[in-house]
């Protein structure tokens, strides 16, 4: 027979030998096989488990169990025995003195993990089968609730388990040596018990504790130190307990630890700290404070509402002390000063907010507005600010690097940002530049260019269209000259009179009505001749003389033999000029041959007679200010060390008021046309608009050059509804419409 006929008949007799059933096992056998399970589970957790029956005879008598309707039987009986073998582990926990109660208790729960862990492996199949059926509580579960009811919730431990952990904490907070492994253990142990058995036993009592103990702390220290010393304390014992608890805790009681101290020792004494007397905020910005302002950020950050308290007290202290700097009249005396002080205050702030409070956007944005606030007080901060530069482009640039300068220049435009009336600041700038420019007294021609760019970024081509006509008209003013003296080759004497001419565009730069006076004989043929050159090679042109702009070089020799060269106005030269034909003039005789208008020729002779060190001219009677009943002569003691001599004009550092409403005007008239502009611009793309959000408009859109005024708005919408532009709706008067 072959061999695979044999495996077949193999094959078949396997299968037809019958399967004997299990016998029905009588209620003998239960209690047979518990016996022998309940001997097992007791000798376990009497760590005496060396002796039993093997784990896989255990298993099997568990299993037969189940198998055979014993399933309750095993169950109850695993339920009665655990709990007796857990109530003699507390009875033996309670009897514990203090010192060693809750090393005892941790003893006895590492027992019954262990002999849990064992118990569940034997009566797995228990746990597969018969638990899922039943809805009854897996083994390991159920030894977790026996627990914790028999022993955790015990009247004789439960309390003295709660008090005794809070006990070691408080001590470890207070700085004492504890045993912060086993607290670790025993608040493990109440997690493995679950998060509710953990919160309500302990992290709940301890949040309290610490509340408690942390309150009590914090207003000893607070009563003891001053802000910044507290601020150090404070954040000393954040980083304690954080250090402390992280050893023993669980990560999220951790940070309700943090956040209970947190609140006891910065969010509940906020307002006084910030305001404490000599030590609050106030006193660290104005001593630049840094590291205490530091701690003081880093902390209140931590809190609800912490910040904005240091950013509330802090915009009212940069206001409050901005004010005293625009609106104080001794601070307004000094332009310069005015505008320097600005800048130092706002560097002040910017270090702060920049060092001490990480660049905060908020921050910024709060010291944006408050200094925005401050330089708006001021009416004439415009003004200043061109002033400011003035002096800067004049002077107060010489010998520094291009770097430094363009530092000044930003620093300068931020607070040029700040106005809300730009285009005033636009009238002055023009005045001054042309006065820098047409006396030559400018720092340098790329500093103004880089300044104009800057204006340019900042408010558009439009803005600086004429500040850039200026610098181009001095650049090409030259080439005329050159063609003049090329022509007239017979006034290149160096000992005869020089013109220089700069011919200006009339609408670039901010010229009166023509200014004019008598100007000397020997200066006057030579300006004759240059207008008819000009008018010679450029047909369809006027000239017109503005002589309250221009400059002299006079060669004088006093009496003494003492030779100088004199740098002066145009006025002060035509003044001058009259005393080589005679020895003393009166007011009234200088005016009359001069012609000059009053008010500057009373500046002029204040100039020449009044200043010390420079008064070519004395004058009588000797005071302080010129009269029309004054005389004037020579001062023939006249003498400097220098050959060449600049005599100043003096001239008011602001504007007179006079002037200033000039000015005003004349911005309010150039205001028209642009608001008229906008509204027209807005009104055509939007062809109906209701009032408020037309005004609204208008505003947003000017906003870069000045701040509209409402009234005038309103004035402009109806002048152009009377040049039917716009028209007001049938049922709706303050719905307009635009007509194409």
């Not at 205490?292 to 950013?311: A, E, H």
């Not at 206001?319 to 307004?332: F, M, S």
């Not at 200014?515 to 369809?540: A, G, R």
Request: aromatic share 10%.
């Amino acid at each position: 027979m072959s061999n695979k006929k044999k495996k077949k008949n193999n094959m078949k007799k396997k299968k037809d030998v019958p399967i004997e059933a299990f016998k029905d096992m009588s209620a003998e056998y239960g209690d047979k096989a518990w016996n022998i399970l309940e001997h097992a589970i007791r000798r376990i957790y009497n760590h005496n488990a060396r002796n039993i029956l093997s784990f896989e005879e255990l298993y099997r008598n568990a299993c037969n169990m189940i198998f055979h309707g014993f399933g309750e039987k095993l169950y109850s009986g695993l339920v009665a025995i655990m709990t007796s073998q857990l109530k003699e582990m507390a009875t033996s926990v309670a009897a514990t003195r203090t010192s060693s109660f809750l090393k005892e208790l941790n003893r006895k729960w590492n027992d019954h993990s262990k002999a849990l862990r064992k118990i569940r492996d034997i009566l797995m199949y228990m746990d597969t089968t018969y638990i899922p059926k039943t809805n009854k509580t897996p083994v390991y579960e159920l030894g977790l609730s026996l627990w914790r009811e028999n022993v955790i919730y015990s009247n004789q431990i439960r309390t003295r388990l709660s008090n005794m952990l809070l006990v070691l904490v408080c001590k470890d907070y207070a700085g004492e040596v504890v045993d912060r492994k086993l607290i670790r253990y025993i608040t493990n142990m109440l997690m493995d018990l679950g998060p509710s058995v953990y919160m309500q036993e302990f992290e709940n009592p301890l949040l309290q504790v610490s509340a408690e103990f942390y309150r009590a702390e914090s207003q000893k220290l607070i009563e003891r130190y001053d802000c910044g010393d507290y601020l150090k304390k404070a954040e000393m014992r954040l980083n304690e307990v954080i250090d402390k608890v992280s050893h023993f805790l669980d990560p999220n009681t951790q940070k309700k630890i943090t956040i209970v101290v947190e609140k006891e020792m910065i969010e509940n004494h906020m307002l006084r700290l910030i305001h404490m007397e000599n030590s609050g905020l106030v006193n660290m910005i104005g001593d630049d404070k840094y590291k205490d302002l530091i701690r003081m950020y880093n902390l209140f950050r931590r809190v609800t509402g912490g910040l904005s308290q240091i950013r509330e007290v802090m915009t009212s202290y940069i206001r409050d002390y901005g004010k005293q700097l625009v609106t104080g009249p001794e601070r307004l005396k000094n332009p310069v000063e005015f505008v320097q002080r600005l800048l130092d205050e706002k560097d002040k702030f910017s270090r702060i907010i920049n060092m001490a409070f990480s660049n905060d956007k908020l921050f910024q944005k709060d010291l944006y507005f408050s200094f925005e606030f401050i330089i708006n007080l001021n009416p004439r901060s415009p003004e200043y600010i061109s002033l400011f530069l003035d002096d800067k482009l004049q002077n107060g640039l010489k010998g520094i690097s291009e770097d430094v300068v363009e530092i000044t220049l930003n620093k300068v435009m931020v607070l040029f940002r700040y106005l809300q009336e730009k285009d005033v600041f636009e009238k002055y700038y023009k005045k001054h530049l042309a006065k820098r420019l047409l006396s030559g007294k400018t720092v340098s021609d790329d500093a103004e260019r880089s300044l104009i760019a800057k204006l340019k970024t900042e408010c558009g081509y439009q803005f600086t269209a004429k500040l850039e006509g200026m610098l181009t008209d001095m650049k090409t003013s030259l080439d005329p000259m050159k063609s003049f003296y090329a022509s007239h080759p017979e006034l290149g004497d160096a000992d005869g009179a020089t013109l220089t001419v700069q011919v200006l565009k009339t609408g670039s730069w901010p010229t009166q009505s023509s200014v004019t006076c008598n100007i000397p004989t020997e200066m006057l043929l030579l300006c004759e001749k240059f207008l008819l050159y000009y008018l010679s090679n450029h047909t369809d042109r006027k000239l017109s003389w503005q002589t309250n702009m221009g400059t002299a070089d006079l060669k004088a020799t006093f009496e003494n033999g003492q030779k100088h060269e004199l740098n002066v106005s145009t006025y002060q030269m035509c003044v001058l000029m009259l005393f080589n034909n005679a020895d003393r003039l009166s007011y009234k005789e200088i005016e009359q041959a001069t012609e000059i208008p009053a008010s500057d020729l009373k500046m002029c002779l204040q100039s020449l007679a009044l200043v010390k060190g420079k008064n070519v001219l004395r004058k009588e009677p000797m005071n302080n200010y010129v009269s029309e009943i004054d005389a004037f002569f020579v001062n023939d003691k006249f003498s400097r060390k220098l050959y060449k001599v600049k005599i100043g004009s003096v001239v008011a550092e602001t504007e007179p008021e006079p002037e200033k409403l000039k000015t005003q005007k004349k911005v309010e008239e150039e205001r028209r046309p642009q608001i008229q502009a906008s509204i027209v611009r807005i009104m055509k793309s939007r062809k109906k608009l209701e009032h408020n959000n037309l005004v609204a408009e208008v505003t947003k859109q000017l906003q870069s050059r000045f701040l509209a005024n409402p009234t005038e708005v309103k004035k402009q919408i109806e002048s152009l509804i009377e040049r039917v532009f716009l028209e007001r709706d049938n049922s709706d008067r303050k719905l307009y419409r635009y007509l194409a």
